[in-house]
């Protein structure tokens, strides 16, 4: 299953690293969503294990970084210049193709428990 880790409670301005682990899955695209309470969840940032291509949402664009280790089935997430409004549960899910496409229409069914991430002073 996907896991996901890294979340938590940061000040305004703060950074945090997520990661997600997908042992056992097969796929060439990785992303990240978040879902903020009383919202649908969201395509963050998604990246192509083919060709390293990736897509940001236009919200975080120059403050996060998708980066993924294709030997370990890894990704991660480096959000810097965080904001309230990065505040959210992050999940991270796989699929076959482009990663605009994942970010903007993967609905599931694997997704993992979610990491939260509070940006709170």
């Known amino acids: 299953r996907l896991v996901e880790s890294g979340g938590g409670l940061v000040q305004p301005g703060g950074s945090l690293r997520l990661s997600c682990a997908a042992p056992?899955?097969?796929?060439?695209?990785i992303g990240w969503f978040r879902q903020a309470p009383g919202k649908e969840r969201e395509g963050v940032s998604c990246?192509?294990?083919?060709?390293?291509?990736?897509y940001y949402a236009d919200s975080v664009k120059g403050r996060f970084t998708i980066s993924t280790d294709n030997n370990k089935n890894t990704a991660s997430l480096q959000m810097n210049s965080l904001k309230p409004e990065d505040t959210a549960v992050y999940y991270c899910?796989?699929?076959?193709?482009?990663?605009?496409?994942?970010?903007?229409?993967?609905?599931?069914?694997?997704w993992g428990q979610g990491t939260q991430v509070t940006v709170s002073s």
């Open positions: 899910a796989v699929d076959h193709g482009a990663p605009m496409a994942h970010c903007s229409g993967y609905v599931g069914p694997d």
């Open positions: 056992g899955f097969t796929y060439n695209v």
């Open positions: 990246i192509s294990t083919t060709d390293g291509s990736t």
